[in-house]
């Protein structure tokens, strides 16, 4: 049984950081995508950031460019998200999904994911 279970959301002031994990079982870690989506109130589900095992490539959206950083650590199954300089707008339900690529993140299909986390709440004031 596939079952991906995130923590590490909370509440935190903008400009501060935390580190958001993605704990993944019931499949063969490095044949896969690891990714993030979010969505905030009243908004639709938006790809964050993706990490495929087997080259290591990543991706991000844009509004995170530069202040996230994707990363896995294959013996624990695990993929984190670091997230820095946390703006009031990165405030959103943060669910991870695997797939075997990460075409569905970047492209925000979130319709095509079959596993999803069950979300980590991520809240910044300003």
């Known amino acids: 049984e596939v079952q991906l279970v995130e923590s590490g959301g909370g509440l935190v002031q903008a400009g501060g950081s935390l580190r958001l994990s993605c704990a993944a079982s019931?499949?063969?870690?490095?044949?896969?995508?690891i990714g993030w989506f979010r969505q905030a109130p009243g908004k639709e589900r938006e790809g964050v950031s993706c990490?495929?095992?087997?080259?290591?490539?990543?991706y991000y959206t844009d509004s995170v460019k530069g202040r996230f950083t994707i990363s896995s650590d294959n013996a624990k199954n695990t993929v984190y998200l670091q997230m820095n300089s946390l703006k009031p707008e990165d405030t959103a339900v943060y669910y991870c999904v695997a797939d075997l690529y990460c075409g569905g993140v970047v492209a925000g299909r979130y319709s095509e994911y079959k596993y999803w986390g069950q979300g980590t709440q991520v809240t910044v004031s300003s």
């Open positions: 019931g499949f063969t870690f490095d044949d896969y995508a």
């Open positions: 990490i495929r095992e087997n080259d290591a490539s990543t």
